[in-house]
Nanobody, 118 residues
């Protein structure tokens, strides 16, 4: 069973870069047809897909966040990392990492709350 765990600061100041790492166990992030997503949920709002890195290291981002978002990976540690720059209080949310195999949505991390402080 694939397990994911988010880690990173719970508080970020306005205009700084938010960085969160997802550590994966139970599968390699380079396994064919595995896709590794970042998704967030602001307080009182729905889920928002932010971007994905696939088994080949290719990345795709939400158009609304593309200018501020990047996703990288460390295959030696089986981790992938989200970077969101120039944060504002509107970026306050619970951030989740999530795994997909082909079209099948799989495991989620427990989520981590990040608050952007002004």
């Amino acid at each position: 069973q694939v397990q994911l765990q988010e880690s990173g600061p719970g508080l970020v100041n306005v205009s700084q870069t938010l960085s969160l790492t997802c550590t994966v166990s139970g599968a390699s992030i380079t396994t064919d047809l595995h896709y590794w997503n970042w998704i967030r949920q602001p307080p009182g709002k729905g889920l928002e897909w932010m971007g994905v890195i696939n088994y080949d290291g290719d990345t795709y981002y939400s158009p609304s966040l593309k200018s501020r978002t990047s996703i990288s990976r460390d295959t030696s540690k089986n981790q992938f990392t989200l970077h969101l720059s120039s944060v504002t209080p509107e970026d306050t949310a619970v951030y989740y990492c999530q795994q997909r195999t082909g079209a099948i949505w799989g495991s989620w991390g427990q989520g981590t709350l990040v608050t952007v402080s002004s």
